[in-house]
């Protein structure tokens, strides 16, 4: 069942949907396209993930609040972000964009990568990285400039046969699989404001390579496999991929490929996110050898203790310290890292994801997460004296030093992982 609803976000209100259940999956269209433009895809999608789908500000059903003004990707990634924050809370996000809807998808994950866990990026035309710009940002501003002086239908052949093909965004209504034909008349009024106002502030803008290159574990780039012959769709993707570094995948038709192969375009992404409900299901990774590893205390009983309880679902939090990380230089951990859970033999025995990872001081520690530990602590006093015993112990303090002691103010890594698989 699908449901509808409105989000007020400033400047406009945004029409979004949703249906299935599990992990949240948020649909970003491109182009003059709205949430329709996936309706071939979204129920496939459900059957493994709660989809959301909208309505991006200013067009079809996301009326702005004001007058229409040049859009910035900026702004429509924060949209994004409201939309994850309603609709997933307390866990990133899996996010697929389309066309202009991949440079919302790519802004959202350099300016909020907490909130996303795995973003797929389909074609966005980004002229900025192509070896040679200057043609299409020249196509781009002639389109807009020929719908201010002979109209929509001119403006959109110019479009189709500037970048060859036939495939572009603008194909006509008549074109679009029937599953989404609902949406054409939507889409069709929808073009004047793309065009006028989308079309070429998205296209030039500017990709955030430092905050892309600090999300590049959790990005693919896709292009379409008929889009070949369109280096301005696929060249972006292909380069971003490079600079970042970041994969490259290759999906079914074209840019509108969700529209043309929707079951294999649905079946293509949903190998691509790795979205598994099915813990027993085959590892997300091909080789669970090559992930890094996830240590729960020291070998001995109570590693044992804590991995049979990640095992049976007891343990989803875990706290570390913020000075072990320092000493041994490794990063903080990010929602959307995953690791090989080792037990006392070294075998690798479960994969688990980072859904939320908080730095605390030690005396914010909440109840939750304390109980969610799966400890047996059913208070943060009785949690902390447990824990302190741990950290006061020979293992750690022969790590960080035989003086080594936790107050209130020790900063803590307060982590909450679900489990993908387990041996």
């Known amino acids: 069942m699908t449901t509808a609803a409105t989000l007020p976000v400033p400047g406009a209100t945004l029409h979004h949907e949703r249906r299935g259940s599990g992990p949240v999956l948020l649909l970003i269209p491109g182009g003059a396209g709205d949430a329709g433009l996936f309706e071939g ?12 789908s909208y309505d991006q500000r200013g067009l079809s059903r996301s009326p702005l609040d004001g007058p229409p003004a040049d859009q910035s990707a900026e702004v429509w ?22 066309s202009s809807g991949a440079i919302t998808a790519l802004m959202l994950a350099a300016r909020h ?25 020249a196509l781009y501003a002639e389109v807009r400039d020929l719908h201010r002086t002979a109209g929509v239908g001119p403006a959109m052949a110019r479009f189709a046969e500037g970048l060859g093909g036939g495939r572009a965004e603008a194909s006509a209504p008549t074109e679009l699989a029937p599953a989404i034909r609902e949406m054409a008349t939507r889409m069709h009024a929808n073009l004047p404001y793309f065009l006028e106002h989308v079309l070429v502030p998205f296209t030039s803008s500017a990709p955030d390579l430092p905050g892309l290159r600090a999300a590049a ?12 012959d369109q280096p301005a769709l696929t060249g972006p993707a292909r380069r971003l991929a490079e600079l970042l570094p970041a994969p490259v995948a290759e999906f079914p038709g074209g840019h509108l490929g969700c529209t043309t192969h929707p079951a294999e375009f649905a079946a293509r992404l949903l190998a691509v996110l790795d979205v598994l409900d099915d813990p027993s299901a085959p590892a997300p990774s091909a080789d669970i050898d090559a992930l890094p590893v996830f240590e729960f205390a020291f070998p001995g009983p109570l590693r044992d203790q804590l991995v049979g309880a990640v095992r049976s679902g007891a343990k ?11 000493t041994t230089g490794d990063p903080l951990p990010r929602p959307g890292h995953r690791a090989a859970v080792i037990d006392s033999a070294g075998r690798r025995v479960a994969v688990i994801e980072l859904t939320e990872v908080r730095v605390l001081r030690l005396a914010d520690v909440d109840l939750r997460h304390a109980v969610d530990e799966g400890e047996g602590d059913e208070t943060v006093a ?11 112990g020979p293992e750690v303090r ?21 489990v993908l698989w387990q041996a």
């Open 398 to 418: 022969a790590e960080l030093g035989p003086d080594f002691t936790v107050d209130d103010d020790t900063e803590v890594v307060a982590q909450r992982f679900r």
């Open 41 to 52: 895809i979204a129920d496939l999608l459900a059957a493994h993930c709660t989809v959301v």
């Open 113 to 137: 990568p907490d909130r996303v866990r795995r973003v797929v990026a389909h074609e966005p035309p980004l002229t900025a990285l192509l070896a040679d710009p200057a043609p299409a940002t």
């Open 217 to 228: 574990d959790r990005l693919v780039l896709a292009v379409g496999r008929d889009s070949a």
């Open 382 to 392: 009785q949690w902390r004296t447990n824990h302190e015993s741990f950290w006061h």
């Open 316 to 326: 989803t939090t875990t706290t570390g310290l913020a000075a072990d990380y320092a």
């Open 77 to 98: 990634a924060d949209d994004a972000r409201r939309l994850l924050d309603l609709h997933s809370p307390d866990a990133p996000a899996y996010v697929l964009g389309t």
